[in-house]
């Protein structure tokens, strides 16, 4: 199996990003919606609330994505055994 060019790992970070920014906005703007007609008598402003909300809540997940360190497959990681070392000496009473 050959490995994934850089490229297409960033591509792919990309598009799930944007898939998952669009989603949540959808969601704010979904729950921001029922909000406004239902609670707050038909203002805007649970509308943008609810659009701003996805769209913060989808650029703290882009980021960490982004932000993610290389991780280094389990089977490549080799655990030495610890050598048992000889009890400390108690003080002795005066």
Same mark, same amino acid.
């Given at each position: 199996?050959?490995?994934?060019? &850089?490229?297409? !790992?960033?591509?792919?970070?990309?598009?799930?990003?944007?898939?998952?920014?669009?989603?949540? *906005? #959808?969601? $704010?703007?979904?729950?921001?919606?029922?909000? &406004?007609?239902? !609670?707050?008598?038909?203002?805007?402003?649970?509308?943008?609330?609810?659009?701003?909300?996805? *769209? #913060?809540? $989808?650029?703290?997940?882009?980021?960490?994505?982004?932000?993610?360190?290389?991780?280094?497959?389990?089977?490549?990681?080799?655990?030495?055994?610890?050598?048992?070392?000889?009890?400390?000496?108690?003080?002795?009473?005066?």
């Amino acid at each position: 199996m050959a490995t994934p060019k &850089s490229e297409d !790992v960033l591509g792919q970070k990309w598009d799930r990003c944007v898939a998952d920014t669009l989603i949540k *906005m #959808g969601g $704010g703007l979904t729950l921001g919606i029922v909000f &406004s007609a239902i !609670v707050f008598k038909r203002r805007p402003w649970p509308v943008i609330f609810g659009l701003g909300a996805g *769209m #913060g809540m $989808g650029y703290a997940n882009c980021q960490q994505d982004f932000n993610e360190p290389f991780l280094v497959k389990a089977e490549k990681i080799f655990v030495k055994p610890k050598v048992a070392s000889p009890p400390a000496a108690e003080p002795e009473d005066k």
